[in-house]
Every structure is written in structure tokens, then in C-alpha cells.
């Protein structure tokens, strides 16, 4: 059974950085790609950002890039999403995600096993 346990979310104030991480077991971790996504209240799950199985490929989320950064370390079988910059509409509940899948993909169906999610808050 695949488990992805997610950490490092809070309440930061704009302009400043959190690195949360998504720890994973159950499976080789190395053979997959992994994502992030994001939901906030009254809102539709959104892709942030998705890696594949070297980490040698990223892809990022139009209002994320160039302030996230995803990485994978694949002999601690964790991820990670290093968010600066951050602002109030990053404020949601954050999940990584893992599939069948080595190469990066964008959508949420593409995932088969979720973490239960870390939140972030950023105050104006």
C-alpha cells in the first residue's frame, strides 16, 4: 500500500518561503513520478508542480514559476516543494501525489495515490 505523508505547511506572512516535504512508502519510490497540487476553499484541485522519476525533469504551474522550486531525493524516498515568495493566493491545502506513471504529468487523473494534505496560509 502506497502512503505519502506531507509536512512542513503554516502560516508565513507574504513575501516569505516554506519548504514542505512528502514522505513516501510502499512502492520504489524512484521508478515514479511524483506531483504537487493544491486546493483552497471553493476552489477546484490545481496543479502546482511534478517531477518525474530522476528529478533530471520539472514543470511548474504558470503562477508558481519561478518562485517553487519541486526536488525528489530518491535514497530518502521524499519530495520536496521549496516555495518563496509566496503569496496570499497561495494560501490553500497542499497534497503530493504519485501515479504509474515516470514521466511528469499535469493532471490530477493521472495520479493514483494521495497524501492527506499540508496547509499553508500566507497573510497579507
Known amino acids: 500500500q502506497v502512503q505519502l505523508v506531507e509536512s512542513g505547511g503554516g502560516l508565513v506572512q507574504a513575501g516569505g518561503s516554506l519548504r514542505l516535504s512528502c514522505a513516501a512508502s510502499g512502492r520504489t519510490f524512484s521508478s515514479y513520478a511524483m506531483g504537487w497540487f493544491r486546493q483552497a476553499p471553493g476552489k477546484e484541485r490545481e496543479f502546482v508542480a511534478a517531477?518525474?522519476?530522476?528529478?533530471?525533469?520539472?514543470h511548474y504551474a504558470d503562477s508558481v514559476k519561478g518562485r517553487f522550486t519541486i526536488s525528489r531525493d530518491n535514497a530518502k524516498n521524499t519530495v520536496y516543494l521549496q516555495m518563496n515568495s509566496l503569496k496570499p493566493e497561495d494560501t490553500a491545502n497542499y497534497y503530493c501525489?504519485?501515479?504509474?506513471?515516470?514521466?511528469?504529468?499535469?493532471?490530477?487523473?493521472?495520479?493514483?495515490?494521495w497524501g492527506q494534505g499540508t496547509q499553508v496560509t500566507v497573510s497579507s
Open positions: 501525489a504519485t501515479g504509474p506513471y515516470s514521466i511528469v504529468r499535469v493532471t490530477a487523473t493521472d495520479y493514483d495515490y
Open positions: 517531477i518525474n522519476w530522476s528529478g533530471g525533469t520539472t
